[in-house]
Structures are given as C-alpha cells and as structure tokens.
C-alpha cells in the first residue's frame, strides 16, 4: 500500500495528513485495494452506497443510462481523484450512477460510514478528513457547473471548443492530451460522435486544430468564428 502514498498525499482527501496517520488510517478505515480491468464496473447503479473509490492508476469514467439505455459520461477521473462520497454522505441507499473503468485501472476503496464516525481510538484525523470531504464535494459542484456550462452550448461545434479551450487553459498550453477517448468525450458532451469527429475534421482542415487520438494542439481558435 504505502507504494502508492505518492498518489495519495495528491487526492485532496488526504491533504494535510502525514504519512505516519496515513499509514493508521489504511486500516481505520477498511481500505481494500482493487484492479479493475478497462470496462469493467467498479460500481454499478443499485449498488450499495457505502464506499469512496480513490483512483492510484489509470482512470474511471462516472455514467448514467437512462430507461432506453442513452449513456451520459458525468465525469472522467484520474489518479488521485476520488468519487462515490457525495452519495455515501447523502446517505443513499444505493448508487444512482456506475463506475466504469477507462483502463486498467487500480483503485482503493474506503468505508465511508467509518470516515464520518469517529473510532474507539479517537483518530485525530477524523475531523481534518471531514473537512476535506466537505471543500472536495464544493470543488466537485463547481466541475458540474463547468459541465452544465458545455451543456448549455447550442451546436456541437461549441460544446468542442469550449471543452478543448478549458483543457488548453488548464493544462497552460496550447498542446495537450484530453484525459479520455473520443467515444466518452462525445459522451461527456451530450453529442453524436459522428457529428462530433465531422467537426473535427473540418477544424484540422480549417488549419485551426491539429489531433490525433486523444492529442490536440489549438492553433488560435476564435470560438466565435
């Protein structure tokens, strides 16, 4: 476990706590390591809502069919981000989303119910957990903001660029790579893949973008052209 620490002392959970109570905590709070592999659930929607996953490899991908099996991508998480508290706080029963894995992925599991109650040994580290659970549920409405702004785009073309221009201003350059394949970008976006790659093409022939995969490099785009 401690192979991984470097992982964790990244996810905002675990901000402030030192190595020393990061070792005790393991076990205070249940941590199971798991591999899963590219596909396959770490959650599925009805399960029970009890655990926090943490990502220490690969990525997952938060999603939700709706009655005629239409998936929405809600979010896509890479190593040291977490997901599953924001139910297991709520205290739902069951999961109202799944959790799939993007790619092989390794991912440690935590009880929640033991996160939020304090322990026979009065870990010290209990309330600085809370509060961090608390800023990470804030910074994660702030991300659904982000997408709803996506969202609230009229044509695919703009829902694109304003997605690629969040990356490139987040990554700080105008060359990056999208933390997903092109299927569960189109996904994400609430688009056709279809209508989504003919975009693309007609931007890398407009000499705006350059791509290839999941990489891109932004040559000057005016999202209002």
């Not at 655990?51 to 979010?75: A, E, F």
């Not at 799939?100 to 870990?123: P, Q, W």
């Not at 999208?178 to 996904?187: G, K, N, S, T, Y």
């Amino acid at each position: 476990m401690e192979k991984y620490f470097s992982i964790l002392f990244q996810c905002p959970l675990f901000h402030g706590i030192g190595q020393e109570d990061l070792k005790a905590m393991m076990a205070c709070l249940g941590a199971k390591l798991i591999a899963v592999p590219k596909g396959d659930p770490v959650f599925l929607e009805g399960d029970p809502a009890q655990l926090v996953g943490v990502i220490l490899s690969g990525n997952v991908q938060v999603v939700q069919d709706d009655y005629y099996g239409n998936r929405s991508v809600l979010s896509i998480l890479q190593p040291g981000e977490s997901f599953g508290e924001a139910f297991s706080c709520a205290g739902l029963e069951s999961m109202p989303v799944s959790v799939f894995a993007g790619k092989d992925s390794e991912v440690l599991l935590l009880n929640c119910r033991r996160i939020l109650t304090m322990c026979s040994h009065t870990c010290h580290f209990h309330s600085l957990l809370i509060q961090n659970i608390l800023k990470g549920l804030a910074q994660k409405n702030l991300a659904f903001t982000q997408k709803v702004r996506y969202m609230s785009q009229k044509t695919t073309k703009e829902k694109l660029l304003a997605y690629l221009l969040d990356q490139a201003k987040q990554q700080g350059s105008a060359e990056f790579v999208i933390p997903c394949e092109r299927q569960a970008l189109a996904d994400y976006l609430g688009v056709e893949r279809t209508a989504m790659s003919a975009e693309i093409s007609k931007l890398k022939k407009a000499g705006l973008l350059d791509t290839k995969g999941s990489w891109f490099c932004l040559k000057q785009i005016d999202p209002n052209d």
